[in-house]
């Protein structure tokens, strides 16, 4: 009887889980996962690149598309109500749901606009979705890039993008902003275009970048 009862009541907490739904305003955290009113929520089906994760563009530059991706998912909740409808708990203790804005799949956009994958170890909810993006050359589908789940166990991208001198990977763009200059790292390193007939040029360290008159982005 005691057996009976067990199974019972974990169905039952199976099936309230299922039916739950969390609304609310959103913080991100990373491309794949939110947290509203506290509780850690990670998108359904979908894998984008960790936050420290960097791929590489169709011109062969080096970028941040795991900070791509949050920035997109920033964009699709930035003073929104989120309802996500819950579909599972994670063994990190996160609710795994599909959320919505106004009606949105946001989980199915980011896969759109290719900052992320159908993970489907999990589901394949959104590979038409992933086949799209693939075939439109969106996000990170435009170069190089390591699948999320390969990546965080320890697989890296083979080639270092470089320069025309093959070893200066730091930008130094003039605009209406000063002279900046732009690292590997930096969001906006991959839409920053070197002229060297304005006086832009390469720089091999931060020291350097420093030394001739530039500065680091704000």
């Not at 699948?147 to 166990?153: A, S, Y």
Request: proline share 3%; glycine share 10%.
């Amino acid at each position: 009887m005691r057996l009976i009862s067990i199974i019972f009541f974990i169905l039952m907490q199976s099936t309230l889980l299922n039916a739950e739904t969390v609304t609310g305003r959103a913080t991100v955290i990373d491309g794949d996962t939110i947290e509203i009113h506290g509780q850690r929520i990670r998108l359904h089906g979908i894998d984008a690149p960790e936050s420290g994760q960097s791929c590489i563009d169709k011109n062969g530059s080096n970028y941040r598309c795991g900070q791509f991706s949050a920035n997109q998912m920033a964009k699709y909740v930035s003073g929104q109500t989120v309802n996500c409808n819950v579909k599972d708990k994670d063994r990190y203790g996160r609710l795994v749901a599909a959320c919505y804005v106004k009606g949105e799949d946001i989980n199915e956009r980011l896969v759109l606009e290719g900052w992320a994958l159908a993970y489907t170890q999990y589901s394949r909810d959104y590979v038409g979705s992933e086949e799209k993006a693939k075939h439109g050359k969106f996000g990170v589908w435009q170069g190089q890039f390591i699948e999320p789940w390969k990546w965080r166990k320890g697989a890296r991208l083979a080639s270092v993008p470089k320069n025309n001198s093959g070893k200066c990977l730091i930008k130094g763009n003039i605009s209406g902003n000063g002279k900046i200059y732009h690292t590997p790292e930096s969001p906006w390193y991959a839409r920053t275009k070197i002229n060297t007939a304005k006086g832009e040029r390469w720089f091999c360290s931060e020291e350097e970048a420093k030394a001739a008159g530039w500065r680091a982005p704000k």
